[in-house]
């Protein structure tokens, strides 16, 4: 899959995030475009104060990836999903904006027929990966996380969560549960910053996380938990559930399930791949 969309004869980097199966754009490009100004990251840095002072939070949404440069190099970006870029181009008077709009508007066509036949977002999914030079079996296993993730997130919503801040703290308990560590210290110890850590996963560690995402979903299920404290329990007895499967794969195997390998070496991200190289 590329990461290159070009709207008219401009190239605009993007990156699809799999798991909240949308776009993220980089802002950069987005204001060259609209504006043909020979400085689009002064443009942006005035227009970013400006928002501010009117009490616009776009630029506090806003996100940052590392997105590849004229040079070669990677460096960190401002992004904005596709919701974030209709908002810019709001902000941006521009004769430019109405195409780009519809522009976007393709884009989000293209989300709608996902949505419509969930196999066009997961055959996405596979694309991207693919890209990134992960391989087949563990690109099937990170699919699965992502279909085991939305189910659990749904379940939340049923419960009346819906903050993104909830579902981080929720993850943090049941992720700590089973690992022994936080969100932030396990990407630590792979030694991540802004990088998904499910991307950065081995297939062993997607599977416990997965066991322990299902284990959550069901006894929220069961038990349809009414205040959030009660949804942080079963987050919890969720994690346990997956940290005695953990254990019992430690003890048969010899090998530890949290590790400290990423994506850097993919090849390292199969278990099988790892013990013999080890």
């Not at 991307?199 to 069901?218: G, H, R």
């Amino acid at each position: 899959m590329s990461n290159i969309k070009v709207f008219e004869d401009k190239k605009i980097r993007t990156e699809w995030d799999a798991e909240k199966e949308d776009w993220w754009f980089s802002v950069v490009d987005v204001v060259a475009i609209l504006t043909d100004s020979p400085n689009p990251r002064k443009y942006w840095s005035v227009l970013k104060t400006r928002l501010k002072k009117e009490g616009s939070e776009l630029a506090t949404n806003c996100s940052q990836l590392k997105l590849q440069s004229a040079d070669g190099k990677y460096y960190m970006q401002d992004v904005l999903n596709t919701k974030g870029i209709l908002r810019l181009i709001q902000s941006i008077p521009s004769p430019k904006a109405e195409p780009f709009k519809l522009w976007l508007a393709q884009v989000g066509s293209d989300r709608l027929d996902e949505i419509a036949d969930p196999e066009k977002a997961m055959q996405r999914g596979a694309d991207f990966y693919r890209a990134k030079g992960y391989s087949p079996e563990w690109i099937t296993q990170r699919l699965l996380s992502i279909k085991i993730r939305k189910e659990l997130t749904d379940e939340w919503k049923e419960r009346g969560i819906e903050k993104e801040s909830d579902y981080a703290i929720l993850t943090n308990e049941m992720t700590k549960a089973w690992s022994g560590r936080d969100v932030k210290s396990y990407k630590a110890l792979k030694n991540l910053k802004k990088e998904s850590l499910r991307d950065n996963m081995t297939d062993i560690e997607l599977t416990i996380n997965q066991l322990a995402e299902l284990t959550t979903k069901t006894l929220s299920q069961q038990e349809k938990p009414e205040t959030f404290a009660k949804s942080k329990d079963v987050a919890r007895r969720g994690g346990k559930v997956a940290k005695n499967a953990k254990d019992e794969f430690e003890k048969a195997t010899g090998t530890k399930v949290v590790s400290s390998v990423n994506a850097t070496n993919k090849k390292l991200l199969n278990t099988t791949t790892k013990n013999e190289e080890e």
